[in-house]
């Protein structure tokens, strides 16, 4: 069912605690089946990465369905392809709260992105989403994003 009330507005410093509490809870999703990995860890990887974007210049979208809270997208300018230096938007993580998921919040988040990505000049909107994921691949196969490289790891 798509939802017809979800906004996106820009978030500020008032909705980082609600980005850090629904990101702990969906950062396991990004754990890939190559890996054994400690739910302690993954959830202190996802509070450095939100205190990595916070302290650069980026974008946090909120979404809010029936006036509540209900997904965000964060966004940097700062990070250029690594091949090709271009500049670009890279969206560092976006999470939707899993009792609206699969009622187009995420895609309204990404849509939103792409409008700021383009309104600031920028050719390129990149991100990396874990292969095993695959409600984020299918999200951004949608959005038409392209697989640019692959990420390779070899358990020892
Ligand atoms: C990935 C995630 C953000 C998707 O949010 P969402 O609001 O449910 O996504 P949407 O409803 O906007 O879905 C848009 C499209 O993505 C695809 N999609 C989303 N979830 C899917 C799923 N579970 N299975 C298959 N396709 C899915 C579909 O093509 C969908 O369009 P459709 O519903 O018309 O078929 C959500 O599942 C989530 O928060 N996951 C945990 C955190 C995470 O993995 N974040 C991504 C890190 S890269």
Do not use: C, W
């Amino acid at each position: 069912m798509k939802l017809a009330g979800a906004t996106v507005r820009r978030g500020g410093a008032d909705d980082r605690a609600f980005v850090l509490d629904l990101g702990r809870r969906s950062a396991s999703s990004s754990v890939s089946a190559v890996r054994t990995a400690d739910e302690a860890d993954v959830v202190l990887a996802f509070e450095r990465l939100v205190a990595f974007v916070y302290e650069r210049e980026h974008l946090a979208l909120i979404a809010e369905v029936d006036g509540r809270r209900a997904g965000f997208l964060l966004m940097m300018y700062d990070i250029p392809d690594e091949v090709t230096l271009a500049e670009q938007a890279f969206i560092a993580y976006t999470a939707v709260e899993p009792e609206v998921r699969r009622s187009g919040v995420a895609r309204a988040l990404l849509d939103e992105a792409e409008r700021y990505a383009r309104a600031a000049g920028l050719g390129y909107l990149s991100l990396m989403v874990t292969e095993d994921n695959a409600a984020a691949r299918a999200l951004y196969d949608g959005a038409a994003f392209a697989t640019e490289r692959r990420m390779m790891t070899k358990p020892l």
